[in-house]
């Protein structure tokens, strides 16, 4: 059983960045994608960004060109730096992880972390 823990969210102000961490328990071999969602509340969780085991990136369009997500495998962590942050990017932010390929359903992850909330202020 993956087991995932955040840090790194907190209140800043609009414009502002924060750097999101991830760490995974163990290395999860083979194909799989890990990924990070968010959930305002009122709102359905949705996918911000993606990294699939190749390295390849997929980012939801409200976050393209500010946000970057990555991976350090020998540390099993990993992470969301988050530039240019808008008070519509308050959330908490949730680490999830799968085997096999990504998807933007919150529902096909197996693996989920407590969440780590960010709040931006304008």
């Known amino acids: 059983q993956v087991q995932l823990v955040e840090s790194g969210g907190g209140s800043v102000q609009a414009g502002g960045s924060l750097r999101l961490s991830c760490a995974a328990s163990?290395?999860?071999?083979?194909?799989?994608?890990m990924g990070w969602f968010r959930q305002a509340p009122g709102k359905e969780r949705e996918g911000v960004a993606t990294?699939?085991?190749?390295?390849?990136?997929n980012y939801a369009d409200s976050v393209k060109g500010r946000f970057t997500i990555s991976k350090d495998n020998a540390k099993n962590t990993l992470y969301l730096q988050m530039n240019r942050l808008k008070p519509d990017d308050t959330a908490m932010y949730y680490c999830?992880?799968?085997?096999?390929?990504?998807?933007?359903?919150?529902?096909?992850?197996?693996?989920w972390g407590q969440g780590t909330q960010v709040t931006v202020s304008s």
């Open positions: 990294i699939y085991s190749t390295g390849s990136t």
């Open positions: 999830a992880a799968k085997r096999w390929s990504c998807g933007w359903s919150s529902r096909i992850y197996n693996y």
């Open positions: 163990e290395y999860i071999a083979g194909s799989n994608c």
